[in-house]
Nanobody, 123 residues
Framework: QVQLVESGGGLVQAGGSLRLSCAAS????????MGWFRQAPGKEREFVAA????????YYTDSVKGRFTISRDNAKNTVYLQMNSLKPEDTAVYYC????????????????WGQGTQVTVSS
């Protein structure tokens, strides 16, 4: 059983930066893909970025390409989401998720979820 704990959210002005962390416990992540999702008020949860733990392969949704970077630290079993040039439309609760296998964008394909961390970008 994999447990995920996010941290690093907060309030930031437009154009600013935040780094989210997702600490994983409960076993080896070598066969996992790790994803970041977000959910704004009144909207469905959407895919943001993902990384294949073993290869480091990454994938991003178009709206964050060039602004967000996903990475992982093998020694700390932690996944990061570096968010730069933040926009008010990035405001949401951000969730970390994990699945065995390759990167996919569908929320229903991820078995493990963190509790979420709030990111608020003011204009």
């Amino acid at each position: 059983q994999v447990q995920l704990v996010e941290s690093g959210g907060g309030l930031v002005q437009a154009g600013g930066s935040l780094r989210l962390s997702c600490a994983a416990s409960g076993g080896s992540l070598s066969s996992f893909a790790m994803g970041w999702f977000r959910q704004a008020p009144g909207k469905e949860r959407e895919f943001v970025a993902a990384i294949r733990w073993s290869s480091g392969t990454t994938y991003y949704t178009d709206s964050v390409k060039g602004r967000f970077t996903i990475s992982r630290d093998n020694a700390k079993n932690t996944v990061y989401l570096q968010m730069n040039s933040l926009k008010p439309e990035d405001t949401a609760v951000y969730y970390c998720a994990a699945r065995v296998g390759s990167i996919v964008v569908a929320t229903t394909r991820y078995a493990y979820w963190g509790q979420g961390t709030q990111v608020t970008v003011s204009s």
